[in-house]
């Protein structure tokens, strides 16, 4: 029979990793948690329909990354690419409008993409996110950024930047797509395919096109900051004054646009200087018109995702130190069959009492499980045999010094709890 191996793309996250993925995961709940916002989670599939009208159905994600498939009922449905469109609908079908704004939500999901597998780029990955409802000002964006910049400074990453753009509003945009759709014309014959067929349904997303021989034209396109009307100048200038209050540094890139559709006026990303082609760790960006577009009332909103995968890998990169898992504070070994048996009502009773503890399962001479004992690094060993059984006593060996002292054993769960 042949080997079956994991589908191109995904990946194990394995217990040699899982330590770090632990507590960036704990890191990002506790800094959500201190800036107000509740966690929400949402299915895995959903209906086709929602991304669609909810990511475009002119963005690279639905036209060529979306898992769709028909299920059984004949429903087409579609593996999440994203959490945004998720949220919202819950949002939407929760009633939350009525909760006091701003509703304030983060989520750690994963999400799937049929894409071009390479470092940092996979099929199944994982997204820690955010999203905000109901405010509409630049206060809000400089706080969910500053949220983000607070993470990765505990976190402990650095070298990473922060890009800012605005892409305006439907008004600003009408306006420089004329500009754009002019500045591009000539060469549209000389352009890829997609960025043709973009043309007239949405030219502003041929400034993401990644095709090497439509950059040219890409790079030399208008940029939309330099044609905002005055209400997203407004917010534009609002931002920088905002981030510039908290303290926090950014550059402005005119060419972000960002890969989904729905996003309006700020754009942002953070970006690493390590992670080379897949360099950005984290995207956001306000979506003043998403709502709408999946049949809601008018909402403001904003939000971003964050890749997991990248964060690792960039942190692994910087030698940003991370966290390792716990080793048992205690081996007991049990010499004989009713030694055995009472190192595993003990192990169980220090169990109960919060403390990780190990005993032998696998029926080892008491040499094999002092080795044993040392390869799992825990801090004491405890060996019981007739005499420790008798006595009501045994040697608690500090592993470290291989220092001895004598402990009752119906102390032994307050003595290793007290230290
Ligand atoms: P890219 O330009 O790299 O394709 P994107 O614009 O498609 O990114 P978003 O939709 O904004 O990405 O997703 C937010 C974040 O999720 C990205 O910044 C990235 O860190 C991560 N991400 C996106 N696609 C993948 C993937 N296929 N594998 C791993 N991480 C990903
Ligand atoms: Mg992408």
Same mark, same amino acid.
């Given at each position: 029979?042949?080997?079956?191996?994991?589908?191109?793309?995904t990946?194990?996250?394995?217990?040699?990793?899982?330590?770090?993925?632990?507590?960036?995961?704990?890191?990002?709940?506790?800094?959500?948690?201190?800036?107000?916002?509740?966690?929400?989670?949402?299915?895995?599939?959903e209906?086709?329909?929602?991304?669609?009208?909810?990511?475009?159905?002119?963005?690279?994600?639905?036209?060529?990354?979306?898992?769709?498939?028909?299920?059984?009922?004949g429903?087409?449905?579609?593996?999440?690419?994203?959490?945004?469109?998720?949220?919202?609908?819950?949002?939407?079908?929760?009633?939350?409008?009525?909760?006091?704004?701003?509703?304030?939500?983060?989520?750690?999901?994963?999400?799937?993409?049929?894409?071009n597998?390479?470092?940092?780029?996979?099929?199944?990955?994982?997204?820690?996110?955010?999203?905000?409802?109901?405010?509409?000002?630049?206060?809000?964006?400089?706080?969910?950024?500053?949220?983000?910049?607070?993470?990765?400074k505990?976190? $402990?990453? =650095?070298?990473?930047?922060?890009? #800012?753009? +605005?892409i305006?509003? !439907?008004?600003?945009?009408?306006?420089?797509?004329? *500009?754009?759709?002019?500045?591009?014309q000539?060469?549209?014959?000389?352009?890829?395919?997609?960025?043709?067929d973009?043309?007239?349904?949405?030219?502003?997303?041929?400034?993401?096109?990644?095709?090497?021989?439509?950059?040219?034209?890409?790079?030399?396109?208008?940029?939309?900051l330099?044609?905002?009307?005055?209400?997203?100048?407004?917010?534009?200038?609002?931002?920088?004054?905002?981030?510039?209050?908290l303290?926090?540094?950014?550059?402005?890139?005119?060419?972000?646009?960002?890969?989904?559709d729905?996003?309006?006026?700020?754009?942002?990303?953070?970006?690493?200087?390590?992670?080379?082609?897949?360099?950005?760790?984290? $995207?956001? =960006?306000?979506?003043?018109?998403? #709502?709408? +577009?999946?049949?809601? !009332?008018?909402?403001?909103?904003?939000?971003?995702? *964050?890749?997991?995968e990248?964060?690792?890998?960039?942190?692994?990169?910087?030698?940003?130190?991370?966290?390792?898992?716990?080793?048992?504070?205690?081996y007991?070994?049990?010499?004989?069959?009713?030694?055995?048996?009472?190192?595993?009502?003990?192990?169980?009773?220090?169990?109960?009492?919060?403390?990780?503890?190990?005993?032998?399962?696998?029926?080892?001479?008491?040499?094999?499980?002092?080795?044993?004992?040392?390869?799992?690094?825990?801090?004491?060993?405890?060996?019981?045999?007739?005499?420790?059984?008798?006595?009501?006593?045994?040697?608690?060996?500090?592993?470290?010094?291989?220092?001895?002292?004598?402990?009752r054993?119906?102390?032994?769960?307050?003595?290793?709890?007290a230290?």
């Amino acid at each position: 029979m042949t080997k079956i191996n994991a589908p191109k793309g995904t990946r194990d996250i394995l217990p040699t990793e899982i330590a770090a993925w632990q507590q960036a995961e704990r890191q990002f709940a506790a800094v959500c948690a201190r800036y107000g916002y509740q966690e929400i989670r949402i299915p895995t599939f959903e209906s086709t329909d929602l991304f669609q009208r909810g990511v475009g159905d002119t963005t690279d994600v639905v036209q060529k990354e979306m898992y769709t498939f028909l299920d059984k009922g004949g429903r087409s449905i579609s593996l999440r690419p994203e959490g945004t469109a998720g949220v919202v609908r819950s949002y939407l079908e929760n009633g939350m409008a009525s909760w006091s704004s701003p509703v304030r939500l983060w989520y750690n999901i994963t999400a799937f993409r049929y894409e071009n597998v390479q470092k940092g780029r996979y099929r199944e990955f994982h997204q820690f996110g955010c999203e905000v409802f109901g405010a509409d000002g630049p206060v809000v964006d400089a706080e969910l950024i500053s949220l983000l910049a607070l993470f990765f400074k505990e976190i $402990g990453l =650095g070298q990473t930047s922060l890009r #800012i753009n +605005s892409i305006g509003c !439907p008004v600003c945009r009408t306006a420089y797509n004329q *500009l754009l759709k002019a500045h591009i014309q000539p060469h549209l014959a000389d352009m890829c395919p997609t960025c043709n067929d973009r043309f007239e349904k949405n030219p502003l997303r041929i400034i993401d096109c990644k095709e090497h021989k439509c950059q040219p034209v890409t790079k030399t396109a208008p940029a939309l900051l330099d044609h905002l009307c005055p209400d997203c100048q407004t917010h534009f200038d609002g931002l920088c004054t905002n981030l510039d209050e908290l303290g926090i540094a950014y550059t402005v890139d005119r060419g972000i646009v960002r890969g989904l559709d729905y996003y309006t006026r700020t754009v942002f990303e953070f970006i690493s200087d390590h992670v080379g082609t897949q360099g950005t760790i984290c $995207g956001g =960006g306000r979506y003043d018109g998403l #709502i709408e +577009s999946i049949d809601g !009332p008018h909402t403001p909103g904003i939000g971003f995702a *964050l890749g997991v995968e990248r964060l690792m890998m960039e942190l692994n990169s910087q030698g940003v130190s991370v966290a390792t898992l716990p080793v048992p504070l205690i081996y007991i070994a049990g010499l004989g069959a009713a030694a055995a048996t009472k190192a595993r009502q003990i192990t169980f009773l220090l169990r109960q009492q919060g403390i990780y503890a190990e005993t032998d399962l696998m029926n080892r001479s008491l040499k094999a499980q002092m080795k044993f004992a040392g390869k799992t690094g825990a801090t004491y060993t405890l060996v019981l045999g007739d005499d420790e059984i008798a006595n009501g006593e045994a040697k608690l060996k500090h592993m470290a010094d291989s220092t001895e002292r004598v402990v009752r054993l119906d102390q032994l769960a307050a003595f290793l709890t007290a230290r």
